[in-house]
């Protein structure tokens, strides 16, 4: 009887740890689709950007107006890409913190805060969200919204 509850008790173990090494998997692939377009943006390398993206990824930011009304602007994908690659004199640096990541199957949802700055000057601050799906054993982003502001940023 003894036996039989020390091997329910390693079999408990063994599959936590298998679950959990997925898990960490997962959100090592998930971060490592998300850094590539902050990295692609420091070194304003197009081909590193369009890596962490599905080709038909909706890109949006929240805004407000300066009446105070809150809008939402779509980004082109390529749009996007082509302005943050054009040659400029200071490095495009957003600084991200990984808040949250939720996974389900092939589907991942993650919130990040940030801070971005142009070269060593602050520009803004707000959190990203993401939507991803994992393709070909890759994760891509597919969708991708943002706030943005100036005041109370951490």
């Not at 957003?94 to 991942?108: C, G, H, N, Q, S």
């Not at 142009?118 to 943002?146: R, T």
């Amino acid at each position: 009887m003894n036996y039989l509850r020390i091997a329910f008790t390693l079999a408990l173990f063994t599959l936590a740890n298998i679950v959990y090494g997925q898990k960490n998997n997962e959100e090592e692939g998930i971060k490592k689709a998300i850094n590539a377009l902050f990295d692609g943006m420091r070194k304003s390398d197009s081909t590193l950007m369009r890596t962490a993206f599905n080709p038909q990824a909706i890109l949006q930011t929240i805004v407000k107006t300066k009446a105070g009304a809150t809008e939402v602007r779509s980004t082109d994908l390529n749009l996007f890409i082509k302005s943050i690659a054009k040659p400029h004199a200071e490095i495009y640096d957003e600084r991200i913190v990984f808040t949250k990541i939720l996974i389900d199957d092939a589907l991942a949802s993650v919130w990040t805060d940030y801070q971005f700055y142009i070269g060593d000057k602050f520009s803004h601050c707000g959190v990203n969200s993401f939507q991803l799906v994992k393709v070909n054993n890759d994760w891509k982003i597919v969708y991708l919204i943002d706030t943005r502001r100036k005041e109370n940023c951490n």
